[in-house]
């Protein structure tokens, strides 16, 4: 006859052997150990700009817009382009009208609430145009926040957002220094810019390299020696964004100012 | 629309992507979580540190405490984009994030106050249920009572002596682990914002402290207010004779009880509130002093934009104007009750000042952001981050309250523990 202790004890054990989940015991074949082992290593995707090239015409803006299917009219994008203009004064000032999705097709700088600023093109000093999108930094502060893990860094360094898993709450909006993200119209979830990862996978270029007619955007992979964009990073002189936040960005700017946000 | 953008106005260069995102009710979280904590605390004074005069404030800030804890997670709720995913967090917890281990210290810190309100009322329970049991033929109203307070009594009906000492026993434990966790629920409050790096006003260690003294506070603040009502309508209730309410005391008893419970409480909240007044301070002068490159953008917001929001509301009426009010030698209820109104609404535009006030600037340091509040809601969205949102959840714990003291009385037994 089984005591009553020994019945629970029995029924404990049992229970907590059963939980074990089958997926726990699963065996690794060996090819997707070596996919898992080479993956890691193989690829790391980063991004160059030479803001020399770039004329602030928002070709890649739209592409985006379209590829990624970001509502075209609403006021958030995963990718746009920056107007710099130092007057003589020594004056900075800097506007990105709607993204720059219709590029700056006209000289008066936005300000927002307070109207628009036309400066005579005798009072400038220099001026250029800076296309930002996601630095799919290796050190991503939105990943470390993101507090169901809805959003995560992908082996190859990309950082994604699983649409269905998120649950909007903001933080990793509120965490990201580039203000890159922002919540979807359409799914109310965080967007951000992936590099086009179902376009790179696939070997393809990201929409807004593809976009951009002056070749002032290119995508390349780090890891590669023979890869064009990856000898520019490791042997030219490149930028990078607000480093004094420690995020290790990896889209690497030629021609970046001081005065660039 | 996209989210954000029908409140916020942008001026001067600010990211295309930037909003307000967190609106009032991320402003209403720490805030009421605060109000927990602090109720919290206030009650614990008494049963670890054994301030007797604050016995009668005690069993009531727990009760009100415990209300209070279920509206301090309805402003995250309200808040989410996917509310019904609310649930992942305990199911994925990410623990890299500050927000993670939300679910795991609320529910650590309402086990804490649930079982802690259990012991003190268990013997309340009992003598409410066992007439009940033996009574023959009970209504429909008494089967009701007798099957909650049955169920509450958790099927323990030893009211012995000594089983009532070890309860005692067993609520200056839970009170005195309570105070830490307390202080962990809200710090850690004021850690989801202290770790954000990207943004200048937010990060600073000082935080979660200044965070936990300003919800000490509040909770005091709360706790007084609440009582002062109560006791003034039972103060009504007294005054009119003919009322079943005997088991009240004459107004004249109430009055002198009420002034001598104030007194005593509002000398704990001036003490907090030196500390917390100190170390918001001391946040601002560091950041003058040291002036690191956000320094220009915050200056021109604290000094500039939000200067009635932060040096009039919040240090002059919410934090000066009542710590005089208190300090003035023959404190009356009616100077009290001003002064804590006023402290509660300082400690609310605290939280607004950090919340709204942190993305008042943008990314850029280059540009602003304005806060318009919805006040008259046209779809849910403005409701819920809305002014209606916003009272409803300052509401909720008042509501709850009323329904928990039929449960849990925190008057009317003359005297028992």
Redesign the interface.
Known sequence: MISRRDFIKKTVIGVAGASIPVAALELLTPRRLRAEKEDKSRVRWVFLVDTYKCVGCGMCVKACKLENEIPYD????RT?VERYVTTKDGK?????P??ARDGFITSKID????GSLDIRKEDIDKAFFVP?LCNQCENP?C????????TYQAPDGVVLVDRS???????C???????????H?VY??AEKCNFCYHRINKGLQTACVQACPFGARRIGNIKDPRDPVAKIITTERVAILKE???TKPQVYYIGLDKEV? | ?????LWT???????????I??SVQIVMYPFMTGLVAGAFVLSSLYHVFGIKQLKDMARFALVFSFALLFAAPMP?VL????PF??I??F????F?????A?GIVFSAYGAIVASELWFLYRKHFVDIALPLKEKQDKTLFEWFRFIIFCTLTLGVYDVSEQSLKRDEKAIRVLAAVGIPVACFLHGYAGF?FG?????ALWMTPLMPVIFIMSAIVSGIALCMLTYIITMEIRKFLASRKKTPYQMYQSREELKSAEINVIKMTARYLLFFLIFAISLELLDLIFRGYTAV?SWDVLRSVIYGRDFTDIFILQYLVGNLIPFILFLLPGLTIRRALLGVVLVIFGVFMMRWNVVIGGQAF??????YM?YHLPIIPHDWETFKEGLGGALAIFIMPFALFWVLIKIFPVFSFKESH
């Open positions: 609403a006021n958030v994008t746009w900075v000032h800097a506007d990105t709607k993204g300000l927002g609430t307070d930002k502060p990943v470390q926040v993101c507090p169901v893990g809805a898993w998120c649950i909007g709450c903001g933080y909006i509120m965490g990201c220094p580039y203000g890159v993200r922002f919540f119209p109310h979830t004094e936040y420690g946000k | 629309m996209v989210h954000g953008e106005a942008k001026e001067l260069f600010v990211y295309p992507n930037e909003y995102y967190w995250i808040h989410l984009q996917h995913r609310g992942n967090v199911m994925t917890p990410h890299t994030s500050a927000i993670a939300f989801i770790s954000v790096k990207a943004n490159k943008s990314l850029t340091f280059a540009g304005h």
